[in-house]
Protein backbone atom coordinates (compact mmCIF):
# COMPACT_ATOMS: atom_id res chain seq x y z
CA UNK A 1 0.00 0.00 0.00
CA UNK A 2 1.48 3.28 -0.62
CA UNK A 3 2.26 5.57 2.06
CA UNK A 4 2.14 9.18 1.87
CA UNK A 5 4.19 12.20 3.86
CA UNK A 6 2.16 14.79 5.13
CA UNK A 7 2.57 17.80 7.47
CA UNK A 8 0.86 17.48 11.09
CA UNK A 9 -0.22 21.45 11.37
CA UNK A 10 0.14 24.06 9.16
CA UNK A 11 -1.04 27.72 9.35
CA UNK A 12 -4.47 28.46 9.22
CA UNK A 13 -3.57 30.06 5.26
CA UNK A 14 -1.77 27.13 4.15
CA UNK A 15 -4.72 24.47 4.97
CA UNK A 16 -6.29 22.94 2.09
CA UNK A 17 -2.87 24.15 0.38
CA UNK A 18 -0.69 21.52 0.87
CA UNK A 19 0.65 20.08 -2.18
CA UNK A 20 0.15 16.78 -1.08
CA UNK A 21 -3.92 17.21 -1.16
CA UNK A 22 -3.10 17.00 -4.80
CA UNK A 23 -1.84 13.80 -4.19
CA UNK A 24 -4.73 12.38 -1.76
CA UNK A 25 -7.39 13.71 -4.62
CA UNK A 26 -5.23 11.51 -7.19
CA UNK A 27 -5.26 8.61 -4.98
CA UNK A 28 -9.05 9.11 -3.90
CA UNK A 29 -9.99 9.29 -7.81
CA UNK A 30 -8.60 6.63 -8.39
CA UNK A 31 -9.60 4.63 -5.93
CA UNK A 32 -6.31 3.57 -4.97
CA UNK A 33 -5.96 3.11 -0.88
CA UNK A 34 -3.31 4.72 1.06
CA UNK A 35 -2.09 5.36 4.74
CA UNK A 36 -0.30 8.40 6.04
CA UNK A 37 2.63 9.09 8.26
CA UNK A 38 2.76 12.38 9.62
CA UNK A 39 5.26 14.92 10.52
CA UNK A 40 6.23 17.59 12.66
CA UNK A 41 8.43 21.04 12.33
CA UNK A 42 11.13 19.22 13.43
CA UNK A 43 10.72 16.01 11.08
CA UNK A 44 11.13 17.83 7.83
CA UNK A 45 14.46 18.54 8.74
CA UNK A 46 15.72 15.38 10.00
CA UNK A 47 18.90 13.68 8.06
CA UNK A 48 16.28 10.81 7.49
CA UNK A 49 13.61 13.06 5.77
CA UNK A 50 15.76 15.12 3.74
CA UNK A 51 17.47 11.84 2.65
CA UNK A 52 14.38 11.31 0.51
CA UNK A 53 13.01 14.58 0.12
CA UNK A 54 16.33 17.06 -0.40
CA UNK A 55 13.71 20.29 0.96
CA UNK A 56 12.37 18.57 3.22
CA UNK A 57 8.97 19.30 1.96
CA UNK A 58 5.43 16.95 1.33
CA UNK A 59 4.48 15.26 -0.17
CA UNK A 60 6.69 12.15 -0.50
CA UNK A 61 5.18 8.22 -1.12
CA UNK A 62 6.80 5.02 -0.39
CA UNK A 63 5.67 2.20 -1.96
CA UNK A 64 7.06 -1.17 -2.76
CA UNK A 65 10.40 0.72 -1.97
CA UNK A 66 9.92 3.17 -4.49
CA UNK A 67 10.39 6.90 -2.83
CA UNK A 68 9.18 9.41 -5.31
CA UNK A 69 8.92 13.65 -4.07
CA UNK A 70 7.10 16.23 -6.08
CA UNK A 71 3.41 15.99 -6.38
CA UNK A 72 3.41 16.67 -10.03
CA UNK A 73 5.76 13.30 -10.38
CA UNK A 74 3.63 11.65 -7.64
CA UNK A 75 0.19 12.26 -9.96
CA UNK A 76 1.95 11.54 -12.99
CA UNK A 77 3.30 8.29 -11.56
CA UNK A 78 -0.53 7.83 -9.89
CA UNK A 79 -2.26 8.62 -13.77
CA UNK A 80 -0.05 5.96 -15.56
CA UNK A 81 -1.34 3.39 -13.65
CA UNK A 82 -5.33 4.57 -13.47
CA UNK A 83 -7.57 5.25 -16.06
CA UNK A 84 -9.83 7.56 -14.01
CA UNK A 85 -6.74 10.10 -14.36
CA UNK A 86 -5.48 9.41 -18.04
CA UNK A 87 -6.78 7.61 -20.46
CA UNK A 88 -4.83 4.39 -22.32
CA UNK A 89 -4.59 5.42 -25.41
CA UNK A 90 -1.15 7.04 -26.17
CA UNK A 91 -1.94 10.27 -28.14
CA UNK A 92 -4.54 11.10 -25.30
CA UNK A 93 -2.33 10.36 -22.48
CA UNK A 94 0.56 12.97 -24.28
CA UNK A 95 -2.44 15.88 -24.26
CA UNK A 96 -3.12 15.16 -20.99
CA UNK A 97 0.68 15.09 -19.78
CA UNK A 98 0.70 18.93 -21.47
CA UNK A 99 -1.67 19.84 -19.78
CA UNK A 100 -0.18 18.31 -16.73
CA UNK A 101 3.28 20.32 -17.28
CA UNK A 102 1.17 23.59 -18.48
CA UNK A 103 -0.18 23.89 -14.75
CA UNK A 104 3.07 23.54 -13.31
CA UNK A 105 5.18 25.56 -15.96
CA UNK A 106 2.85 28.10 -17.41
CA UNK A 107 0.24 28.32 -14.60
CA UNK A 108 1.55 27.84 -11.38
CA UNK A 109 4.75 30.30 -11.02
CA UNK A 110 2.33 33.60 -11.67
CA UNK A 111 -0.23 32.66 -9.68
CA UNK A 112 2.33 31.45 -6.73
CA UNK A 113 4.29 34.54 -7.61
CA UNK A 114 1.42 36.93 -6.49
CA UNK A 115 0.48 34.97 -3.80
CA UNK A 116 3.67 34.96 -2.68
CA UNK A 117 3.44 39.13 -2.54
CA UNK A 118 0.23 39.19 -0.93
CA UNK A 119 0.55 36.84 1.64
CA UNK A 120 4.63 37.02 2.76
CA UNK A 121 5.26 40.19 1.86
CA UNK A 122 1.98 42.49 1.72
CA UNK A 123 3.40 45.01 4.06
CA UNK A 124 6.97 45.84 2.45
CA UNK A 125 7.00 48.58 0.00
CA UNK A 126 8.59 46.50 -2.89
CA UNK A 127 5.96 44.02 -2.64
CA UNK A 128 3.68 47.30 -2.88
CA UNK A 129 5.70 48.59 -6.05
CA UNK A 130 5.52 45.11 -7.50
CA UNK A 131 2.02 43.55 -7.23
CA UNK A 132 0.31 45.25 -10.27
CA UNK A 133 2.85 44.09 -12.83
CA UNK A 134 2.64 40.69 -11.15
CA UNK A 135 -1.24 40.67 -11.08
CA UNK A 136 -1.63 41.59 -14.76
CA UNK A 137 0.93 39.31 -15.53
CA UNK A 138 -1.06 36.33 -13.50
CA UNK A 139 -4.69 37.78 -15.17
CA UNK A 140 -2.84 37.14 -18.39
CA UNK A 141 -1.49 33.92 -18.11
CA UNK A 142 -5.45 33.01 -16.72
CA UNK A 143 -6.57 34.56 -19.78
CA UNK A 144 -4.95 32.05 -21.68
CA UNK A 145 -6.10 29.07 -19.72
CA UNK A 146 -9.99 30.80 -19.58
CA UNK A 147 -9.74 30.55 -23.99
CA UNK A 148 -9.13 27.22 -23.74
CA UNK A 149 -11.66 26.17 -21.15
CA UNK A 150 -14.46 28.28 -22.58
CA UNK A 151 -17.00 26.56 -23.64
CA UNK A 152 -15.33 23.30 -21.99
CA UNK A 153 -15.96 21.08 -18.95
CA UNK A 154 -12.12 20.23 -18.89
CA UNK A 155 -9.20 20.90 -20.46
CA UNK A 156 -9.39 17.52 -22.64
CA UNK A 157 -12.64 15.63 -23.09
CA UNK A 158 -13.41 14.72 -19.30
CA UNK A 159 -11.69 14.96 -16.08
CA UNK A 160 -7.89 13.94 -15.86
CA UNK A 161 -4.97 14.12 -13.41
CA UNK A 162 -4.44 17.39 -15.77
CA UNK A 163 -7.96 19.00 -14.25
CA UNK A 164 -6.54 17.81 -10.67
CA UNK A 165 -3.14 19.63 -10.87
CA UNK A 166 -5.08 22.97 -12.98
CA UNK A 167 -7.39 23.36 -9.91
CA UNK A 168 -5.50 22.81 -7.00
CA UNK A 169 -3.11 25.72 -8.54
CA UNK A 170 -6.25 28.13 -8.62
CA UNK A 171 -7.11 27.40 -5.61
CA UNK A 172 -3.61 29.16 -4.75
CA UNK A 173 -5.19 32.36 -5.16
CA UNK A 174 -9.15 31.59 -2.79
CA UNK A 175 -7.43 35.03 -0.71
CA UNK A 176 -8.45 36.72 -4.16
CA UNK A 177 -11.59 37.09 -6.67
CA UNK A 178 -9.48 36.68 -9.31
CA UNK A 179 -10.29 32.85 -10.23
CA UNK A 180 -13.78 32.82 -8.40
CA UNK A 181 -14.79 36.13 -10.46
CA UNK A 182 -13.72 35.17 -13.75
CA UNK A 183 -16.81 33.40 -16.07
CA UNK A 184 -15.06 30.72 -17.17
CA UNK A 185 -12.14 29.89 -14.22
CA UNK A 186 -14.92 30.46 -11.35
CA UNK A 187 -17.34 27.70 -12.57
CA UNK A 188 -14.37 25.61 -13.42
CA UNK A 189 -12.96 25.61 -10.46
CA UNK A 190 -16.25 24.62 -8.41
CA UNK A 191 -16.19 21.92 -10.61
CA UNK A 192 -13.09 20.11 -9.87
CA UNK A 193 -14.00 21.17 -5.81
CA UNK A 194 -17.21 19.94 -6.34
CA UNK A 195 -16.01 16.46 -6.88
CA UNK A 196 -16.55 13.74 -4.20
CA UNK A 197 -13.14 12.61 -4.29
CA UNK A 198 -11.48 16.32 -3.89
CA UNK A 199 -13.60 16.67 -1.19
CA UNK A 200 -12.89 13.79 0.76
CA UNK A 201 -9.08 14.50 -0.30
CA UNK A 202 -9.92 17.94 1.60
CA UNK A 203 -11.22 16.28 4.57
CA UNK A 204 -8.37 14.05 5.06
CA UNK A 205 -5.88 16.62 5.32
CA UNK A 206 -7.34 19.28 6.87
CA UNK A 207 -8.35 16.44 10.20
CA UNK A 208 -4.89 16.36 11.76
CA UNK A 209 -4.15 20.20 11.07
CA UNK A 210 -7.01 20.35 13.85
CA UNK A 211 -6.28 17.43 15.86
CA UNK A 212 -2.55 18.82 16.05
CA UNK A 213 -3.30 22.25 16.26
CA UNK A 214 -1.03 24.44 18.69
CA UNK A 215 -3.01 25.53 21.65
CA UNK A 216 -3.08 29.24 22.35
CA UNK A 217 -1.50 31.01 24.87
CA UNK A 218 -3.59 33.75 26.31
CA UNK A 219 -2.03 37.42 26.06
Excluded: C
Amino acid sequence: MITLYAFKWVPDFAQGLVRDLRVRWALEEAGMPYGTKLLGQDDKDAPAYRSIQPWGQVPVIEEDGLVLFESAAIVQYLADRSEALSPRDPVSRAKVAQWLFAAMNSVEPHVANLANLDLFHAKEDWAKARRPGQEAFTRMKLSSLARRLDGREWLENRFTAADLLMVTVLRILRHTDIVTSDPVLGPYLARGEARPAFQRALAAQLAPFRENAPEMVPA
